[in-house]
């Protein structure tokens, strides 16, 4: 079975200090991994993705991500967060197990201070 | 630039009432879903379509019905809303490849029903 844990629902950091959103998952399959953010009354747009090449992946807006198969994880980095990185983020996990297989996480709100 | 398109941002309706929410993608995309989105629940997936007239069952389809009369166009009926069904709904699409690729997210669709 698949699974994706959001170790924080809430993280609060200040303007200019690095972020870290952690994410676990759990699948029998070789998944896909991606980071989807959502600002206040918007849609899901794609930060990042990995599909089983490089294991550090980069994203849009400073973003990035390392895949770690021994410690089933996927955590989201940026050095020094902004203001406008306050917003919604979910983990998600996808397998191709011959049916679809797209599990969202609960998502981790972000809150940047000034 | 993908564009999912959603017919209405907000919305309010009565216990009872049959709603309609529309989703349009301009992308050719046969892959089509319908979440909805709770607090500290992620997204949770109703139904999803992998081309015209064809239809599965997500997580949660209980009191939801779907139409997928054209390629571009999945739309989601409540046929008898309830208070329970109040939410906001996410309308996504993904180009054909499976899981490896990312969805396209519309801007949602908050209802309230009363």
């Known amino acids: 079975a698949q699974s994706v844990t959001q170790l924080d629902s809430h993280v609060s950091v200040s303007e200019g200090t690095p972020v870290l959103l952690r994410c676990n998952y759990s699948s029998s399959y070789s998944p896909s991994l991606f980071w989807y953010v959502q600002h206040p009354n918007k849609g899901l747009q794609l930060l990042l993705k990995?599909?089983?090449?490089?294991?550090l992946v980069k994203g849009i807006n400073g973003f990035e991500a390392e895949f770690k198969k021994s410690e089933t994880s996927f955590h989201l980095t940026k050095p020094s967060a902004h203001m406008s990185d306050a917003a919604e983020y979910f983990c998600v996990v996808s397998v191709n197990t011959g049916g679809f297989k797209t599990i969202f996480g609960a998502g981790t709100r972000l809150f940047v201070k000034a | 630039d993908v564009k999912v398109t959603q017919s209405s941002r907000y919305l309010v309706k009565r216990t009872g009432e049959k709603v309609f929410l529309e989703c349009v993608q301009d992308m050719d995309h046969e892959n089509m879903f319908w979440y909805r989105q709770d607090p500290g629940l992620g997204l949770r997936l109703i139904y999803f379509s992998y081309d015209v007239k064809m239809k599965e069952k997500g997580d949660i389809p209980e009191g939801y019905s779907v139409s997928r009369e054209k390629k571009e166009r999945f739309s989601l009926i409540l046929e008898s809303a309830s208070t329970n069904q109040t939410s906001m709904y996410l309308c996504a699409s993904r180009p054909p490849g499976g899981e490896v690729n990312e969805q396209y997210f519309g801007p949602g669709t908050r209802l309230t029903v009363t």
């Open positions: 990995y599909t089983s090449a490089a294991t």
